[in-house]
């Protein structure tokens, strides 16, 4: 009769028992794997319903950058791989924002790259999310991207200086509310997002007004 | 004496086409690969807007599909009721290759909604409408 290897072995069942922990454990981590999906991290269509739009793995999503908003809010923006290779930026509106991450609904619009990713060409991309209040007007949010030459992010107004928080690349930002979507404010106009590298100089400027000229119909 | 002049006359002409052909073959050489960069473009899709009926919100969505080297884009994207009147809109860009866009979640109850999505792609405008839904009026 063949004997087991580790019972010659001084500590033979000691090792055994190791080996059953061990074996629990990895069974253990399966199952929580497995059960993710129903868990609440399976994928989602987004920007869409199927079979158009775009699908995502809820679990992937990371905030990688937040502001309070001055309606005592947040404003975070929420990025994550699609399933097939793209790139998802969600912006989220809320008060639970830079924690709870947004879903097929919870979310307040944002873009998606189609694989392959494609280097970002431009050093600043920027939009512009009018959110409708329900009362008549509109806040005003900014979400975008910067290429990594870009070290410091701003926000120009004829009223000052806004610091934006830039994380993983991507920054968030507020304009003063809107009477209209579609319409910037025209106080404190003229707007521009600015980027500077790491020695202070500028790598690009965005006018916020010939950005929404450009990317509207003529009227 | 004829012969002679009739032969070196249509060797001219074989020459004159052999080297119009060549020149021609040339020059289009030169310009198909610009060409096609030029053509290269996107096209926009705007999907029919969701709707969660429970909330009765809605969101429009669409597509920007483009080809292999075509010129970034911007847009606008608007979530619009029957009568023409923005409800939320999201503008933006440049973005490289396709891209999905959204707007923000709106409410829209009572509405019948559609998407309008305009893009600027290498300087050229296009636009696309989506049909129109009526899952906001339940």
């Keep these: 009769m063949k004997r087991h290897p580790l019972r010659h072995l001084p500590g033979g069942r000691q090792r055994r028992g190791r080996w059953g922990y061990a074996a629990a454990g990895l069974a253990g981590i399966v199952a929580v794997l497995l059960a993710a999906p129903a868990l609440g991290n399976g994928r989602i269509t987004i920007f869409g319903h199927s079979p158009n739009g775009v699908e995502i793995e809820l679990g992937q999503l990371r905030q990688v950058v ?99 928080p830039l994380g993983g690349g991507y920054f968030v930002g507020e304009l003063p509310s809107s009477a209209a979507a579609g319409e910037l404010p025209t106080d404190g106009a003229p ?27 003529r009227s | ?48 807007p969701s709707v969660d009926t429970g909330q009765r919100i809605g969101q429009a969505n669409g597509q920007s599909s483009c080809e292999a080297g075509s010129p970034s884009w911007q847009y606008t994207i608007r979530l619009l009721n029957r009568a023409g009147s923005t409800l939320t809109q999201t503008s933006g860009g440049p973005i490289n290759g396709t891209g999905f866009v959204g707007t923000n979640w709106v409410s829209c109850a009572g509405a019948y909604l559609h998407t309008f999505l305009y893009i600027n792609v290498g300087g050229a405008g296009k636009s696309d409408t989506s049909g129109e839904t009526s899952a906001c009026t339940y």
């Design chain 1, 191 to 217: 707007y521009a997002v600015v980027g500077y590298d790491h020695t202070g100089a500028t790598v690009a400027a965005v006018d916020l007004a010939q950005l929404l000229a450009s990317a509207s119909p």
């Design chain 1, 66 to 164: 937040a502001i309070p908003t001055s309606n005592g809010k947040q404003a975070a923006l929420w990025v994550g791989p699609t399933t097939d290779g793209g790139r998802c930026a969600v912006l989220r509106v809320a008060a639970d924002a830079s924690t709870s991450p947004p879903d097929t609904i919870r979310n307040n619009g944002g873009w998606c790259e189609g694989a392959p990713l494609r280097p970002q060409t431009a050093p600043i991309t920027t939009t512009m999310n009018w959110l409708n209040r329900g009362d008549g007007g509109f806040d005003l949010v900014l979400a975008g991207r910067a290429s990594p030459s870009v070290a410091r992010i701003e926000l120009q107004s004829a009223n000052g200086t806004t610091p934006l």
């Design chain 2, 1 to 48: 004496m004829e012969n002679t002049r009739t032969r070196r006359c249509a060797r001219s002409i074989v020459l004159g086409l052999a080297m119009f052909t060549a020149c021609a073959l040339v020059t289009l050489a030169a310009i198909a690969p610009a060409s096609s960069r030029v053509l290269a473009t996107c096209t926009p899709i705007a999907y029919v």
